[in-house]
């Protein structure tokens, strides 16, 4: 357990940034989410998210999806998963305020693809009152903590098998609840 000098103080002017692949769902091996039928929460996730928005102002997630640039799923089909992944968080009680997605191939060099920033750039357009210093990333690779330290997030490594630098490292996105300290 964490000591009470450690936890993060959040109230509703804290964000949220999730990570999609392996945070929110579980991460499919050399392999993509590319229909319905492939996602799969991790377990406790929906319920977290629940409690989260109760917690937080926002909750903002931002995920790479190079199996649209390489042929292997279409945008609709994208669509289709964040549908059904919104519509449980949201039968939990949960509300994720906005998804960025980045459709480019990692050798296109893209802006919009973590940790490059464009889609933190979107998003502080299009909700101007986060202040990334009030914020946490959670994010399961490393692109995911340089994403957030790039806009001086809070970072949270999930299950840091490559030894990552974050501020903190849990199991899973439920254990978050762990570093929080909060009022409702």
Known sequence: MISDQKLIRVDKSWTLLLDRDGVINVRLLDDYVKSVEEFTFIQGVPESLGLFSKIFG??????????????????????????????????????????????????????????????????????????FSKSIMVGDTKNDIIFGKKVGAITVMIDNKENIEANYTIDSLPKLLDLVKYNL
């Open 58 to 131: 926002r909750i903002l997630v931002f995920t790479n999806q190079q199996g649209i640039g390489k042929g292997l799923m279409t945008e609709n089909d994208l669509t289709k998963i964040h549908h059904k992944m919104l519509k449980t968080i949201n039968n939990q009680g949960g509300e994720i305020d906005a998804i960025y997605f980045c459709p480019h191939l990692k050798e296109e060099h893209c802006d919009c693809r973590k940790p490059n920033i464009l889609s933190l750039q979107k998003a502080k357009n299009d909700f101007p009152e986060i202040d």
